[in-house]
T-cell receptor, first 110, second 113 residues
Framework: QQPVQSPQAVILREGEDAVINCSSSKALYSVHWYRQKHGEAPVFLMI?????EQKGHDKISASFNEKKQQSSLYLTASQLSYSGTYFC???????????FGKGTTLSVSS | NAGVTQTPKFRVLKTGQSMTLLCAQDMNHEYMYWYRQDPGMGLRLIHY???????AKGEVPDGYNVSRLKKQNFLLGLESAAPSQTSVYFC????????????FGQGTRLTVV
């Protein structure tokens, strides 16, 4: 079952912040986040296992709320290079295939 | 290190024709996946494999078959192509275990007319 991402699209100016959410109706083992630039392959950003640990990657961080089965991706002080489509992928058990959401398109302008 | 390589990169098929998409990875990954990407639909899992000789259905397996005869290769077959199979197809692979990211190929753009 596909996780639900919100919002569908975000428009930002450089330096602004954004939050992208990913939720599931089923219990999750892990949540992955990927970014895809137009015409390119998705690229891995980070992974969170159940337990609520927050991980970071430069000015991009994420959290996983196990009680709500929801993950949030935080982009702070956005840069032009952050533009793209962000996908969350979820695993219900260790070692099962990733199921992706429909994506959130982020546009950052100067 | 090539990573994940998909062949071909572009293809146009006529309705009813068959074809095979090849995915090859040189990272000795156990897991391999085939996804299709359509506008507004995200990445949808077609089939996947957790090891040589094993395959499993994903979210949208109808109309596709797969084989993994060698650990490094994962083939996606369309026996009788339909316009609804027009899409961008991505192959991905990953290690078995925790904290394992998926590496994607560059995609195959398939048009069925």
């Amino acid at each position: 079952q596909q996780p639900v991402q919100s919002p569908q699209a975000v428009i930002l100016r450089e330096g602004e912040d954004a939050v992208i959410n990913c939720s599931s109706s089923k219990a999750l083992y892990s949540v992955h986040w990927y970014r895809q630039k137009h015409g390119e392959a998705p690229v891995f950003l980070m992974i969170l296992l159940k337990g609520g640990e927050q991980k970071g990657h430069d000015k991009i961080s994420a959290s996983f709320n196990e009680k709500k089965q929801q993950s949030s991706l935080y982009l702070t002080a956005s840069q032009l290079s952050y533009s793209g489509t962000y996908f969350c992928g979820t695993e219900r058990q260790a070692g099962t295939a990733l199921i992706f959401g429909k994506g959130t398109t982020l546009s950052v302008s100067s | 290190n090539a990573g994940v390589t998909q062949t071909p990169k572009f293809r146009v098929l006529k309705t009813g024709q068959s074809m095979t998409l090849l995915c090859a990875q040189d990272m000795n990954h156990e897991y391999m996946y085939w996804y299709r990407q359509d506008p507004g639909m995200g990445l949808r899992l077609i089939h996947y494999s957790v090891g040589e000789g094993t395959t499993a259905k994903g979210e949208v397996p109808d109309g596709y078959n797969v084989s993994r005869l060698k650990k490094q290769n994962f083939l996606l077959g369309l026996e009788s192509a339909a316009p609804s199979q027009t899409s961008v197809y991505f192959c991905a692979s990953s290690y078995l275990g925790e904290f394992t990211e998926a590496f994607f190929g560059q995609g195959t753009r398939l048009t069925v007319v």
